[in-house]
Every structure is written in structure tokens, then in C-alpha cells.
């Protein structure tokens, strides 16, 4: 079992940045990766970046390239997103996720946290 613990949401404005945090604990050893996932009102759940936790290699989605960075710790078993040059269209509650090497899917998740960009 893995508990993920998400923080830093919040209301900015466009062109701010913001810093999510998520925090793992329990079965981390087994933790293969750490994401982050986020759904806007109307659309579905869409990935949004992803870092391994051997090697740190990251993706992220198109929308997000260039403006976000996923980063880790592994000594506080903590990814971060670090969200610049934020756009309304990024307003959506945000989740983390973890992967256990035995799954090839994102399955535990954390407690959403909203992020609200006006205009």
C-alpha cells in the first residue's frame, strides 16, 4: 500500500507559477514512478508528467512541454511539479499517482488539489 499526500494548489493568476508537491509513503521501495494527472470540468482525467524514480525520466504531456517540470527527491520519497507561464486553460483539480513495478498502469492516487488560473 502507498499513501500519496498532495499540497500546493491554489488560485493564481495567468502567467503566475505554482508548485505541487506529493509526498509517498508506505511500500515506496516498490514505487517504479510518480506522476501527475489532472481533470478540467467537462473533460476527462489526462496525464500530465510522469518521472521514474531509478533514472528520472520524465514525459509530460504536449499541452504542458516547456512550461511544467517534474522533479523528485528521493530521500523524501516527494515528486514535485513545478507549473510556470500558467493559463486558464491549465484550471483543473490536480492528482497524483504512483506506479508499482509490478503494474504497467498509474494506480494509487492521492487526494486531488486545485489549481485555479484566471485571467
Known amino acids: 500500500q502507498v499513501w500519496l499526500v498532495a499540497s500546493g494548489g491554489g488560485l493564481v493568476q495567468a502567467g503566475d507559477s505554482l508548485r505541487l508537491s506529493c509526498a509517498a509513503s508506505g511500500r515506496t521501495f516498490s514505487l517504479a514512478a510518480m506522476g501527475w494527472f489532472r481533470q478540467a470540468p467537462g473533460k476527462e482525467r489526462e496525464f500530465v508528467a510522469g518521472?521514474?524514480?531509478?533514472?528520472?525520466?520524465?514525459s509530460y504531456a504536449d499541452s504542458v512541454k516547456g512550461r511544467f517540470t517534474i522533479s523528485r527527491d528521493n530521500a523524501k520519497n516527494t515528486v514535485y511539479l513545478e507549473m510556470n507561464s500558467l493559463k486558464p486553460d491549465d484550471t483543473a483539480v490536480y492528482y497524483c499517482a504512483a506506479r508499482f513495478f509490478s503494474s504497467s498502469d498509474y494506480n494509487y492516487w492521492g487526494q486531488g488539489t486545485q489549481v485555479t488560473v484566471s485571467s
Open positions: 518521472i521514474t524514480w531509478s533514472a528520472g525520466s520524465t
